[in-house]
């Protein structure tokens, strides 16, 4: 008969089974999700109870650069080392590479026509995929130099196209074409008629960016050494008044305090900024959520370093994640602010 000492022990034991997450997505799970994490109150209104944290598809090197299609209705995000773009379609699941050879890429959205546009490493530009199939360069240099290699970027009602160029895939050959960086590291405007103009280069290493929902303001990573999410006024459309910190959204590894923080980011319809997380691990990794405040208020917890984000589905309210070699999903009560 067994002792009480074993039978403790065994229970301690199926405890700790039990508590560990399975992410193939067939065991059932209690709601609401632990892993969605109120921080305070204002969440909760964010968070759909009876809705869990999926791992869509997992085998990618580093993704990156999730943008929602809505004509298309599918999902695409880069593959950056294995310089690859893929594709979701949610109508059965289906994952593919959509291009390969795709230069490294980082960043994609779409533009108001319906077009992907593309942040490339390794050629060091922004490129558009036309209907018919070819591809138009968008910008390459500026004042005769070549870019560091353009990261994220988003797309303005005007027609413009806002990127950012921390350099990142010159810096090492596993994702791009190790090189010499030209420019100093700063965020871009592309306007219609192909002028390319500097709006800002206040940021150590501008990554992620997007506007806010009236386009008034924007939002931008900064990854270099302040960790800071910055926030800038959007004047006339085409220019940025001098930033100010948003927020700092930085952790602390066991060896080098201070590594871990942001990188892409998008807002909801009510403003509040959802921003990944990672480079730090367990209670860290995952999605951050900032009330317009720049307030902390909800942590999506994920087992990967977390790279970026977008809002997606007919109703934008289901929020796609890259996560290292994964690709999540998780449906929200909110809506993103914009298409993709």
């Known amino acids: 008969m067994p002792s009480r000492r074993s039978f403790l022990a065994a229970f301690a034991s199926t405890t700790a089974a039990a508590a560990a997450r399975d992410w193939s997505g067939m065991n059932p799970e209690r709601y609401p999700d632990p892993d969605v994490i109120a921080l305070d109150p204002a969440f909760e209104k964010l968070i759909q109870g009876n809705a869990p944290i999926r791992r869509l598809h997992t085998g990618m ?54 077009r992907q546009i593309s942040f490339e490493h390794a050629t060091r530009r922004i490129v558009r995929y036309e209907r018919d199939g070819q591809v138009t360069v968008l910008a390459d240099t500026f ?113 080098q305090k201070g590594k871990g923080g942001s990188d892409g980011i998008r807002c909801d319809v009510e403003g509040n900024l959802w921003a990944s997380a990672g480079w730090v691990g367990d209670g860290f990794d995952g999605v951050h959520v900032f009330n317009p405040e720049g307030k902390l208020i909800g942590h999506i917890k994920l087992p990967e370093t977390t790279s970026n984000l977008c809002f997606g589905g007919p109703k934008r309210n289901r929020l796609f994640i890259t996560a290292s070699q994964s690709l999540y999903y998780l449906y929200v009560n909110t809506r993103g602010a914009h298409f993709c």
């Open 61 to 114: 090197l580093w993704a990156e650069g999730p943008a929602w299609n809505g004509t298309g209705n599918y999902l695409v995000w880069s593959d950056i080392p294995n310089n690859a773009q893929m594709r979701y379609l949610p109508e059965d699941g289906h994952v593919s590479v959509m291009r390969n050879q795709a230069n490294n890429s980082n960043g994609n959205t779409f533009d108001h026509q319906g």
């Open 143 to 255: 004042d005769g130099k070549p870019f560091n290699a353009p990261n994220d970027g988003a797309v303005h009602p005007d027609g413009s196209v806002w990127f950012t160029d921390p350099g990142y895939g010159s810096m090492m050959d596993y994702e791009g074409n190790k090189g010499e960086l030209y420019l100093k590291e700063s965020v871009y405007r592309i306007d219609p008629s192909g002028k390319i103009e500097k709006v800002t280069d206040e940021l150590t290493k501008p990554n992620g960016l997007c506007f806010s929902p009236d386009y008034k303001k924007l939002y931008v990573v900064d990854t270099g050494a302040p960790k800071n999410i910055m926030v800038f006024d959007v004047i006339d459309g085409v220019k940025l008044s001098k930033g100010k910190v948003f927020a700092v959204n930085k952790g602390a590894l066991a060896d």
